[in-house]
């Protein structure tokens, strides 16, 4: 074990913004009836995955790392409406009362406090229960306040903050994002056109010493200010945008068609989605955001430039369609045209008809632990390992971000191995 482990004792204060979304009340609900043994956390690798260490024995990754006990979780948040956290599973309609009824009394304790919010950030939304500030700065002080304040209260020896609020407006990289001191001046000077509140929340978990964990596409802490602001406080960040559905099947069949060298002409993804994350995706400015994520992977595992015969020339287009009588219960829809042997097209069409927040729940959860992980490891600034959960990994200008699922599994065994001292045992692995 890396000597510089800390153990993960006491309290871990899980900070959800958004925390009366389908995604957080979905995880909440999931940890609190897990810790009373009333259900079993599948789809969490924290939780369910082994690995095989180099005396060929299988263990449990809880059992190699000191991973925080779900017992020792403490769970709290924001969000623009005031719902208990039961409330808002509720009216999210992912999880059925008589499983939110396992939890009701801890479901109803999580009250949000009042969210940073900018209408402007998200125009489908509009929040009651929304802080008074006069500055982004202002924002941030709040946030910090209410970070102290949260931790004290419940006893908690860490904080993680983790968004897994609604998708804000395409904000494109530019000057004041570009180091601390302009970052922070345009915090200063209440330049609201590129500081947007998931910033004002990472900055402030920062600043306190916390983890931030970026859920969805947003910009967020994908900039050099926020890179060097992690790196200056020793604290880890990781993102962004939970690999759920539709991208884990495209970072899995893309892998395969490369393996065995076929062609791909062309790959459309669509679906309809009618939960409030739906609806907010269906603004254009915030579906920008998620498109510019969901594009990204392709590419990056075709490599066009190695292979232009095979993938010279894929048409890609990802769309999203707000359709209510859905729910959470999205149906998606991929036709991928390939080709083979002497150029021979073939078609293939994949129909899922997923639960996203079945699916983003235990992805949540596994980066709230990981990300804690780190931290009690000394390991700050990205966390390139934690690429497995998300749609969109976060890298630096020197670097490629990694989309492959099995190349990100691979990181994340090493990073493992690394803080316990192993070498990978076979090739087997
Ligand atoms: N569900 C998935 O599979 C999945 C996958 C990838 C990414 N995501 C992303 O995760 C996020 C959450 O998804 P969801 O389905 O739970 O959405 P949701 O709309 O149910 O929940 C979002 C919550 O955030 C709150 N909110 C919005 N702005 C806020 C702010 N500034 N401060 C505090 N709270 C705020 C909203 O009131 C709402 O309760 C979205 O951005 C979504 O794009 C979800």
Redesign the pocket.
Known sequence: MRENIKPATGHLGVLV??V?????TTMITGVLAARKGLAKAIGSITQMATMRMQDGEEKPIKDIVPLADLKDIIFGG????PDNAYE?AMY?EVLKEKDLNLVKDELQAIKPMT???DHNF?KR?S?THIKNAATRWDMVEQLREDIRNFKAANHCDRIVVLW????EIYVPLCEEHKSLAALEKAMKENNTEVIS?SMCYAYAAIAEGAPFIM??PNLCVDTPAMWEFSQKMNVPIAGK??K??QTLMKTVLAPMFKTRMLGVSGWFSTNILG???GE?LDQPENFKT?EVSKLSVIDNIFEPEKFPDLYGDVYHKVRINYYPPRKDNKEAWDNIDIFGWMNYPMQIKVNFLCR??I??APIALDLVLFSDLAQRANMCGIQTWLSFFC?SPMHDFEHQPVHDLFTQWRMVKQTIREMVGEEAPSYLD
């Open positions: 913004v958004g009366g979304g389908a995604v957080a924001w969000d623009i409406f808002a999210a969210a940073a919010f998200a939304l929040g897994a609020a609604s998708t509140p859920g969805a945008d939970f759920s559905g939960n409030r994350d907010v998620k996203d927040s699916l983003a749609k």
